[in-house]
């Protein structure tokens, strides 16, 4: 028997070797050993080696990405109760990475893991509760949550209690109460809370307004890679607000921006691709940028690519689609696009004509202060086309032209 526990231990301490020797291959970026003593120790069953071998192939860490051996991987630690196995295996689940989206089961996860104390799922948690996902949507709760993972110093909390004080979500609204917990996280290096305290210096929200301190701390988000503080940081250049104004370095942020998916930034460059601002004018280069954001459903380039098929720029004429991406702008609440569909079904342009719904749609652009939109709703009052004749609301809307600055025809 003492044979047997004696060989049992020489095992145990064998096996708690290959782990250290996999951490001290990770930390100094030699993966491939890593993995080595990792697979050599998650033999034993020891989690914390499974749960580094899933967290490498969840985050193609040395190996190529793998949701299914990451799954695997998690799952066994996660029946050791392992912390961040369950938490891991939680945003699986919540994601849909690998494994079909189930938010009720990412819920039940990351509670395993929060009653040990575990920061990250007590944070996650906090999200699930402020979302609605796989539970009720409920503020206080969220923001206790939140509450509770900031004073273990989890940073991502920090920023989160933030987001609900600017919001006021849960908690009275207080900008000043935001901008301290933005702060907190942001000096302890998380983009996310850096970017967002970014903001409050532009703005001026809860702090005086201050675009050299928007720019710091976009800059310090920007140099982790942070796509929004690039974006920011390419909006700043392009205004000249906090330095001098350069294009050049505009268009190089926005870039930036862009390649890592960000649809506004990719509006943005295609934008100066088209006028050629800061870089050289390249209508198919503006083109293919439009398209991207205007996949990810940013109206303003569903808007301007609209344009490009409604007059046949770049791009072979074709009524039909531009139609399709005004009407996908205007139900998102695009001003510009909605008076669009105004005149295209006035005009009957790639649709059947209908005063009816240029009406419909005049007026939604209109409300939004469109000038063009309200003179045109107002000859439509006037004749009693598409609408009940009506001198006084044709009267009204030709006023509201008149005062957005539209020149009226035979007007002084």
Known sequence: ??????????????????????????????????????????????????????????YSIGVKNDYKKAYHYFK????????????????????????????????ELYKKAADKGYRRAITNLGYMY??????????K?????????????????MAFIGYMYELGRGVP????????????????GYARAQTDLGAMYEKGKGVKKD??????????AAAQGFADAQNALGYMYMKGHGVKKD?????????????????????????????????????RKALFWYKKAAKEGYSRSQTNLAFM???????????????????KAALQGNTIAQYMLGKIYEEGSGVEKSFKKAAEWYKKAAYHGHPEAQYNLGLLYYNGIGVVKDLQQAEFWMSKAKESGLKIPGSM
Request: glycine share 8%; proline share 2%; net charge positive.
């Open 1 to 58: 028997m003492r044979y047997i526990f004696l060989l049992f231990a020489t095992s145990f301490l064998l096996y708690a070797g290959y782990l250290e020797d996999g951490i001290k291959a990770y930390k100094k970026g030699d993966y491939k050993s890593a993995l080595f003593f990792y697979k050599k120790s998650a033999k034993m069953g020891d989690p914390r080696a499974l749960t580094n071998l899933g967290v490498m192939y969840r």
């Open 76 to 107: 066994k630690a996660a029946e050791k109760n392992y912390p961040r196995a369950l938490t891991e295996l939680g945003i699986l689940y919540e994601m849909g990475y690998g494994v079909k989206q189930d938010f009720k089961k990412a819920v």
């Open 130 to 139: 402020e979302m609605g996902y796989g539970v009720e949507q409920d503020f």
């Open 141 to 157: 709760k969220a923001m206790e949550l939140y509450k509770k993972a900031a004073a273990a110093g989890h940073t991502r909390a």
């Open 173 to 188: 609204k207080d900008y000043k109460k935001a901008v301290f917990w933005y702060k907190k996280a942001a000096h302890k």
């Open 211 to 220: 675009f050299k301190k928007a720019i710091y701390w976009w800059k310090k």
């Open 247 to 283: 294009s050049k370095k505009a268009f190089d942020w926005f870039e930036k921006a862009a390649k890592k998916g960000v649809p506004w930034a990719q509006h943005n460059i295609a934008l100066m691709y088209e006028k050629g601002i800061g870089i050289k004018k390249d209508c």
């Open 309 to 327: 098929y409604k007059d046949g720029v770049c791009v072979k004429k074709n009524d039909k689609k531009a139609f399709e991406l005004f009407k």
